[in-house]
C-alpha cells in the first residue's frame, strides 16, 4: 500500500525522470540546429569572433530552461529568440563602445537572417529530393569529386574514363540537380 510519503517519493521521481526526458531532447534539439544558430549569430554580430562565445552562452541558456520547451512544438522557434535575444544584448554593448544598431534595424536584421535560413533549408531538402533521383553512378561521382574531394583526373584515372568526358557529366549532373532544385521550390512556391 502506498503511503502519503511514498506517493510523494514517487511522484518527486516521475517529475524526475520527466525534467530528465525533456532535458535529453532539449540538448538533442541544441546538437541538431547548432550549425542554424551559428549562421544566425554570423549574420547578425559584428564581430566574428563572438559567435563561438555566444553560442556556447545559449547552449547554456537553452540548457537551464530546457523545462520552458514544449515537446513537440517548434524548437528553432524558441531556440532563435533566445538567440536573439542574446545577440540583440551583445549588440547593445558594442554600443557603448562604439557602434550602435538601432532597435529597428536589429529587428529587421534577425529578420532577414531567418528568412535567409529558411529558404537555405528549403533548397537543402530540395537538394537532397533531387539527389535520390540521380542514379547510383551518378551521385558516386558527386561524391567522389564533392564529398571526397578528389579531382577530375583522379577520378577519371580511377574509373577508366577520359577527363574531358567526365568533366562533362558532371557538368549535366549539376545542370540537372539546379533543374531539380529549381522545379521543386518553383512547385512549392520559393522559386528564386
Avoid at 530528465?20 to 549562421?39: C, F, K, N, S
Avoid at 537551464?64 to 517548434?74: E, L, N, S, Y
Avoid at 547510383?136 to 577508366?160: D, F, H, M, N
Amino acid at each position: 500500500m502506498l503511503t502519503p510519503h511514498r506517493m510523494t517519493t514517487s511522484a518527486a521521481w516521475r517529475g524526475r525522470m520527466a525534467e530528465d526526458a525533456d532535458r535529453t531532447l532539449v540538448v538533442t534539439e541544441i546538437a541538431r540546429h547548432q550549425a542554424r544558430l551559428r549562421g544566425f549569430l554570423r549574420c547578425l554580430l559584428v564581430r566574428p569572433s563572438d559567435v563561438d562565445d555566444l553560442l556556447q552562452e545559449i547552449n547554456t541558456v537553452l540548457w537551464q530552461k530546457a523545462g520552458d520547451f514544449v515537446p513537440g512544438t517548434d524548437f528553432w522557434a524558441w531556440a532563435s529568440q533566445v538567440a536573439r535575444y542574446k545577440a540583440f544584448n551583445q549588440i547593445r554593448r558594442y554600443g557603448r563602445e562604439r557602434l550602435v544598431f538601432d532597435d529597428t534595424l536589429l529587428e529587421q536584421l534577425a529578420e532577414a537572417a531567418s528568412a535567409k535560413l529558411r529558404d537555405l533549408d528549403r533548397r537543402r531538402a530540395a537538394l537532397g529530393t533531387c539527389l535520390e533521383k540521380l542514379s547510383p553512378p551518378q551521385r558516386q561521382l558527386l561524391e567522389l569529386r564533392y564529398a571526397a574531394g578528389q579531382s577530375v583526373e583522379a577520378i577519371s584515372q580511377s574509373i577508366g574514363r577520359p577527363a574531358g568526358s567526365l568533366r562533362q557529366t558532371l557538368y549535366r549532373i549539376r545542370a540537372a540537380l539546379q533543374s531539380c532544385i529549381e522545379g521543386r521550390l518553383a512547385m512549392a512556391g520559393d522559386a528564386p
